[in-house]
């Protein structure tokens, strides 16, 4: 178990100009070999190996030592980590491993690197403590059965400290390459130009604010409107501070593939600017976009990028950091003239690039990949959240967590003989469990703990079944073994900001489910990770929600952006005569339809029209088309691909002449930029309002005893975010010149008026 620190006093230490790695990426980088092996089998879970560690070292006698630091300098080198281990008495340096299963099936290539980081620790300690030899030992913890697996070797001082100079050889052209590159970094960051001559109204402040925030190591959240250029007017900023606050790494966050081609377009601007400019950037995709051969499963067995995958990459890696960015199309150009995954090539770029461009859930899911690479190697990180909004929404899936009966009884159903009694067992609670709620949908103090025991039960059958049947493909029993174990890690920290419910459709038929209400507690330990987080959107207000639930700093900054647009751009009329409420949707129709071809015949142009469902919008678009066939229009639909959205976007032609339908807060909502006369116009016919079903009140319930303000916090701002988000398509420039249509009485009242933009002047109402 490697977690690297920084030396205590005492300890060899980093000398000026030395490149600083830990002994766990020293050896990924040097002792890595052969295939890519992703065989599904189980693994412990990161609280098991910790409970492993202190297992097996509390079996330990009084003398022995845990987690010892260690450091040492080679030429331009410093290594430095800690070791699991070390018994004075037998003079034995242990290193610490937990498994499920037959250890005889760990791929070579695992144990090589085990050992390769043993003898590094080895050669370290030796030099420590002035020791001429060793006893190694490889400890393998089964968490199953708690028995150990002992691998030992005698080793000599001289002999460990040939290996580590070995590898440190193999590593250290590329550490000068890094220096030198952090170098020539730091000084052209230091003198980055501007891209354009001036900034724009309000983008000089918004990245004043984000440089404050880096250079005092502070989190922000920044509302600034849409069009004024966030993306260029927070990304610049960090780069310019970077090299005075020694920052590694800069992590920009998305919630959207739109978000992260705006990223990189905001690169190719700073490109322009300094042709030259040192910054290599890599573009995270998910693998199951990434894939090359989908059908296939990933190891050398099966898949031709798997087979070999650690014996190309180095040449892989080189030939990708030459490239400057990264963006999916390169990266996979780069994998594939290798012979590698473009999936887990771009993964280990992410230790040797300046910027990453990826979605929210790789720094704040539980799993977070750079979340973790930032923790174990130390780094300086800055954080970007683009669409900041999104986050809480997104921040509650990440640890919330379903168990769906229905799916569980087609498991059993198909499930090998051999877990057909522990999947027996859990039916009878959940039955049980079920035969106590007379209501369809219910909130439950905590799971119960007979139902969780048979849980568990199934959960370490499913893992003992696919540790011995490493080959065996079952999506089914996977889906259902992934959903059970999220489920039983929530439960752990299971507390008043989740709820524990149930929904009950019929006997046999119901969903479990732990709903995060207040991600807060699970967010602040990333805020906490970086040297400086800065949250942006058009739409964070009130602050105090999105900070509050969200978890940040209590000396988080807050700032709002004064809009560059004026009143004069903007006709922002209220028809309070039409009600959008459920009840009224039906009467609502022909005046929606009537306005819209009103506005239409006014002033001839591209249009939007905003619905709270698809339903309403299927409703509202037959009786468009059947009153007005004369005028073009196009519909959103459910569940649209990329290809798809894209020609729903191309309808938006300058100079084009239409009307486009879609539902409020999809994916046209926000996230779009139609400039110009793309777009000279939006109607909202909704307030957003989530809607009001025994979930949502539960959840009003739940912020209320936490947080207060219960009703605004579950329906009121959640609703106006996306209004004003999808109001913002209309005006995108300085140019720009258009109107929004509000439809329904309820945009009158004051604490709806008081969360739309300062700058609308809202016209007369009819």
């Not at 799993?367 to 923790?375: D, E, I, Q, T």
Request: hydrophobic share 45%.
């Amino acid at each position: 178990m490697d977690r690297e620190r920084v030396p205590q006093t005492g300890q060899v230490n980093a000398a000026p100009g030395q490149y600083v790695v830990a002994v766990r990426a020293l050896c990924e980088f040097t002792a890595k070999q052969g295939d890519l092996d992703l065989r599904f089998t189980p693994s412990p879970t990161a609280q098991e190996g910790i409970a492993g560690h202190t297992l097996v070292t509390g079996r330990r006698n009084a003398g022995y030592e845990s987690e010892i630091r260690l450091a040492g300098n080679w030429r331009q080198l410093h290594v430095r980590g800690r070791a699991d281990g070390y018994d004075p008495a037998a003079n034995q340096l242990e290193e610490i491993k937990t498994f499920r299963g037959d250890l005889a099936r760990m791929p070579d290539n695992h144990r090589h690197l085990h050992w390769a980081q043993l003898r590094i620790y080895g050669w370290l300690l030796c030099q420590q403590r002035g020791l001429a030899a060793l006893t190694l030992a490889l400890v393998y913890l089964d968490i199953g059965t708690q028995q150990e697996t002992v691998l030992t070797e005698e080793c000599e001082a001289a002999t460990l400290q040939a290996f580590f100079e070995q590898h440190c050889e193999r590593f250290l052209a590329w550490a000068e390459q890094e220096l030198v590159h952090r170098r020539a970094r730091d000084a052209a960051w230091t003198a980055l130009p501007f891209p354009h001559a001036t900034f724009r109204p309000g983008q000089r402040e918004l990245a004043q604010a984000v440089y404050q925030a880096a250079t005092s190591g502070r989190c922000l959240l920044a509302q600034a409107p849409t069009g004024i250029g966030k993306t260029i007017g927070t990304l610049f900023p960090l780069i310019k501070a970077a090299p005075a606050q020694q920052l590694d790494k800069i992590f920009f966050l998305t919630a959207k593939t739109s978000g992260r081609a705006l990223a990189l377009d905001a690169v190719t601007l700073l490109r322009q600017a300094a042709p030259t400019l040192p910054l290599r950037v890599v573009e995270l995709v998910a693998r199951d976009k990434a894939c090359e051969y989908p059908e296939l499963a990933c190891h050398g067995d099966s898949c031709p990028l798997a087979r070999g995958f650690y014996d190309r990459l180095p040449q892989a890696r080189a030939a990708a950091v030459q490239r400057g960015t990264l963006d999916r199309n390169s990266l996979r150009d780069v994998a594939l003239s290798h012979q590698v995954c473009p999936y887990y090539l771009g993964q280990d770029l992410v230790r040797w690039s300046d910027l990453v461009i990826g979605d929210y859930n790789y720094y704040f899911d539980a799993s977070a990949m750079l979340f973790g690479l930032s923790v174990a190697n130390q780094w300086q990180v800055a954080v970007l959240v683009d669409e900041a909004h999104n986050l809480i929404e997104r921040g509650r899936k990440m640890y919330s967590a379903e168990l769906d009966q229905r799916a569980f009884n087609r498991l059993r159903l198909s499930a090998p003989a051999l877990l057909r009694g522990p999947l027996d067992r859990l039916s009878r609670q959940w039955n049980a469990l079920l035969k106590t709620q007379q209501a369809p949908y219910q909130v439950w103090p905590a799971p119960p703990e007979k139902f969780l025991a048979a849980l568990q039960l199934v959960i370490s059958a499913i893992g003992e079944f696919f540790n011995d049947n490493p080959t065996r493909v079952d999506a089914v029993l996977q889906r259902f073994y992934f959903d059970a174990l999220q489920f039983s890690r929530l439960v752990d920290s299971f507390d008043a900001n989740t709820l524990f419910d149930i929904s009950k459709t019929g006997q046999h038929d119901s969903v479990l489910c732990l709903r995060n209400v207040i991600p807060a507690p699970f967010l602040a330990p990333r805020f906490a990770a970086s040297r400086s987080t800065t949250l942006f959107s058009a739409t964070l207000s009130p602050w105090h929600f999105y900070s509050d639930t969200l978890g940040l700093p209590s000396n988080a900054g807050w700032i709002d952006v004064v809009s560059p647009f004026t009143a004069a751009q903007l006709l922002v009329r209220v028809v309070s005569s039409i009600s959008t409420r459920y009840q009224h949707r039906d009467a609502s129709l022909a005046p929606i339809v009537a306005l819209i071809a009103q506005q239409f015949g006014e002033r001839s142009g591209n249009y939007l029209v905003f619905l709270s469902s698809f339903a309403y919008l299927q409703q509202l678009t037959a009786l468009f088309r059947q009153c007005h066939p004369q005028i073009p229009m196009w519909e959103q639909e459910r569940s649209m691909d990329e290809a798809a959205r894209e020609r729903f976007l191309q309808r938006f032609a300058i100079d084009g002449q239409g009307v486009g339908f879609a539902v409020l807060g999809g994916a046209f909502a926000e996230g779009i930029d139609l400039p110009g006369n793309r777009l000279i116009g939006a109607f909202i016919a909704t307030l957003g309002l989530p809607q009001v079903n025994p979930v949502n009140e539960q959840i009003m319930r739940r912020i209320e005893a936490q947080l207060g303000n219960g009703y605004d916090s579950t329906y009121l701002f959640p609703g106006l975010q996306k209004v004003v988000q999808a109001a913002g398509r209309v005006i995108r420039t300085q140019s720009d010149e258009g109107i929004v249509v509000l439809i329904d009485d309820r945009f009158l009242r004051a604490e709806v008026r008081a969360l739309l933009p300062r700058w609308w002047h809202i016209g007369s109402s009819t």
